[in-house]
């Protein structure tokens, strides 16, 4: 994508992703107070800093559940919603506007701008979450919070829970029960809306763009690292924060550990390469693996390996379609992964015996893909009303990756094979009549990948 096109692009999405008085977030609150209904509650807390070491932090990412609810981007602050409320529906407790630290630390929303910035209809200090709670609970009789991720936020919750409670007596409603708001929101952020779709190409385009420069940089002798720099330096300039997860990049037998993030060692001649990273752009997140030859050319068994995952890739991306069972992908590829080891000797058949006993698993031993979004293993169920798996919907968004590994300490990897590791994943959109492979811009082909590779290093 061209630099004057990808940042009007850019500019574009941001618009319409963050503009908190807009109609995105507002929608996507009204959307939900009508799943949880008018005598509920739901309480949503930002994610904590994370320090770094001593004094020093993390770069700060919102919590998604509230990022997709109002575009706040602070710590420090809680959403409340009170579907029906004649007054204030959507209430914000947030950080106090502080000249001093803002110095430090840059701006700050405030509790004046919070109406004018990001809607809400009553906006509070966030220090005073304890005493106001309690308060704006009485009358409701469930409250939507999911308990467990954030202690602190939980003990406060709590509290102010027992309190309304207490202080309700009988003369008044008080919460009778706190529920797990992600059967209502969590649905919501599966199916994803156009907007949502327009950012999710975005990024599948930048972190295409990102495995293309990998791919032109590599060179024997070059170091993990080294790589992984020149693709997120891409994911940099085409308007990313940050990737969407810590970067794979594990050549050799590294590629047989499926979360290598150390990504400090050398590539050598006759290796491959695997590469599993996407960038994060206005906070959704593309997700693509690719493996690659060090030196350009696969020699005859990574080939043989590479085009069996390519085939059971393949033929599970042309059986997307909505009304189709989530399971059948992973089955798919099972199947096309189990016949080829089986015809190369190296499972014992017939087939349906092996999947049975699934023998497979030593050298496939994860899932064919999750669903992507805001976050990377983005949220939604897999199953629902007593189904063995939920059919496809248009506008839902996921990843199909199978993988093939031949760990050097599993004893049964044949000698030949042993440290080779091969993962092919593209980000998958359903679409009314089939799908649409939003990273299709990253070759995956081999002759296509082996004329590219290494012609910028």
């Not at 001093?100 to 840059?106: A, Q």
């Not at 690292?225 to 300039?237: R, S, T, W």
């Not at 016949?339 to 349906?352: A, K, R, T, Y």
């Not at 893909?369 to 805001?374: A, P």
Request: hydrophobic content about 35%; aromatic content about 8%; overall charge negative.
């Amino acid at each position: 994508m061209a630099g004057a096109e990808a940042a009007t692009d850019r500019a574009a999405t941001e618009s319409s992703l963050r503009e908190g008085t807009g109609d995105l977030h507002a929608s996507r609150r009204a959307r939900l107070m009508e799943r949880i209904g008018p005598t509920s509650a739901a309480l949503f807390a930002a994610s904590p800093e994370r320090n770094r070491s001593n004094d020093t932090f993390h770069a700060y990412r919102p919590s998604s559940d509230v990022w997709y609810l109002t575009g706040f981007e602070e710590p420090d602050a809680v959403v409340l919603l009170l579907p029906g409320h004649d007054e204030h529906p959507f209430v914000l407790f947030l950080r106090e506007r502080n000249l001093k630290l803002e110095i430090w630390d840059g701006p700050r929303v405030g509790v004046e701008r919070a109406r004018e910035m990001l809607g809400a209809d009553k906006a509070f200090p966030i220090s005073e979450l304890s005493e106001q709670l309690p308060k704006l609970l009485a009358g409701r009789e469930s409250l939507h919070y999911t308990l467990g991720s954030n202690p602190p936020m939980d003990a406060e919750v709590v509290k102010a829970y027992r309190k309304a409670i207490r202080t309700a007596r009988g003369r008044a409603r008080a919460p009778t029960s706190i529920i797990e708001p992600g059967e209502a929101l969590h649905e919501m952020r599966l199916v994803k809306s156009p907007e949502e779709i327009d950012a999710l190409r975005r990024c599948c385009a930048v972190s295409a763009e990102g495995h293309m420069r990998g791919m032109r940089t590599t060179r024997p002798g070059m170091t993990e690292f080294e790589l992984q720099a020149e693709i997120e330096h891409v994911f940099y300039k085409g308007g990313a924060r940050s990737p969407g997860y810590p970067s794979i990049v594990g050549a050799g037998s590294n590629a047989c550990v499926l979360h290598y993030i150390e990504n400090r060692d050398t590539l050598v001649d006759g290796d491959i390469v695997l590469v599993d990273a996407g960038a994060e752009v206005d906070y959704y997140t593309g997700d693509i693996t690719r493996t690659w030859p060090v030196n350009g050319e696969f020699n005859g068994y990574q080939r043989t390996i590479y085009d069996l995952v390519l085939r059971a890739q393949m033929e599970a991306i042309s059986l997307v379609r909505p009304g189709l069972p989530w399971h059948e992908i992973h089955e798919c590829t099972v199947h096309v992964i189990t016949e080829g080891l089986i015809d190369l000797g190296i499972l014992e058949g017939p087939v349906e015996k092996a999947i049975e006993e699934k023998t497979f698993r030593k050298f496939f031993m994860h899932g064919t893909g999750h669903w992507l979004g805001i976050d990377v293993h983005d949220v939604g169920s897999y199953a629902r009303d007593g189904e063995k798996s939920r059919p496809l919907e248009a506008g839902m968004c996921f990843t199909i990756e199978p993988g093939i590994y031949f760990h050097p300490e599993e004893e049964s990897s044949p000698k030949d094979f042993v440290g080779i590791g091969v993962r092919i994943e593209d980000d998958i959109l359903v679409t009314e009549d089939g799908c649409e492979v939003l990273t299709s811009g990253a070759p995956k082909e081999p002759e296509e990948m082996m004329e590219i590779i290494g012609k910028d290093a």
